[in-house]
């Protein structure tokens, strides 16, 4: 069983940064991919960013890549988001989840998520 909790959100300019953080809870965290995914009202979940468990490689939509940086320190249990170059449509919750096997750009192959965190980027 893993817990997760995210931090970092709030209010911030465009142009502006905000770093999101996961913790988690468990002993295998080391063993699971992480994941961040983001919500906007009227859409659907998608995919953010992800990292494998030894943090070897990393993944980025699109429409965030050169923008975001995924990281994890596995000592600490927590994965962080670092978002910069903030964009109105960047608004959304994000959510951490973890995956015990191949990380995927798809929510439902997802195993466990956290509550999430409200990001909002002001024009």
């Known amino acids: 069983q893993v817990q997760l909790v995210e931090s970092g959100g709030g209010l911030v300019q465009a142009g502006g940064s905000l770093r999101l953080s996961c913790a988690a809870s468990?002993?295998?965290?080391?063993?699971?991919?992480m994941g961040w995914f983001r919500q906007a009202p009227g859409k659907e979940r998608e995919f953010v960013s992800a990292?494998?468990?030894?943090?070897?490689?990393?993944y980025y939509a699109d429409s965030v890549k050169g923008r975001f940086t995924i990281s994890r320190d596995n000592a600490k249990k927590t994965v962080y988001l670092q978002m910069n170059y903030l964009k109105p449509e960047d608004t959304a919750v994000y959510y951490c989840?973890?995956?015990?096997?191949?990380?995927?750009?798809?929510?439902?192959?997802?195993?466990?998520w956290g509550q999430g965190t409200q990001v909002t980027v002001s024009s």
């Open positions: 990292i494998t468990y030894n943090a070897v490689n990393t």
């Open positions: 468990g002993r295998t965290f080391s063993s699971y991919g």
């Open positions: 989840a973890a995956v015990n096997g191949v990380v995927t750009t798809e929510p439902k192959f997802w195993k466990y």
